[in-house]
């Protein structure tokens, strides 16, 4: 059974930092890429942060320069370091596996991450 589990959301104040990470069981880690995606209310879940298996980084122009993606493959754990978190940073954080090889694609139950004052 595949899980990814997702945890560090929370409220935070505009310009303040939040660590997300997410633990996979039950996949090959090592083989996918791994991804941060988010959804705000009334909006579509949107990119924000891959890693290839490789290491290759791919960031939405909304948050370059103020997230950083990285993996630990012995953990089988990503990671997205949030820093000068705006206000339009609120939204449902959701994880991602991703295997293109083979099409298989799954997803973490999300996380809430709040940046207000």
């Known amino acids: 059974q595949v899980q990814l589990v997702e945890s560090g959301g929370g409220l935070v104040q505009p310009g303040g930092s939040l660590r997300l990470s997410c633990a996979a069981s039950g996949i090959i880690f090592g083989i996918y890429t791994m991804g941060w995606y988010r959804q705000a209310p009334g909006k579509q879940r949107e990119l924000v942060a891959t890693?290839?298996?490789?290491?290759?980084?791919n960031y939405a122009d909304s948050v370059k320069g103020r997230f950083t993606i990285s993996r630990d493959n012995a953990k089988s754990t990503v990671y997205l370091q949030m820093n000068s978190l705006k206000p339009e940073d609120t939204a449902v954080y959701y994880c991602n596996a991703n295997n293109a090889a083979t099409t298989r694609t799954f997803w973490g139950q999300g996380t809430q991450v709040t940046v207000s004052s």
């Open positions: 890693m290839t298996r490789a290491g290759y980084s």
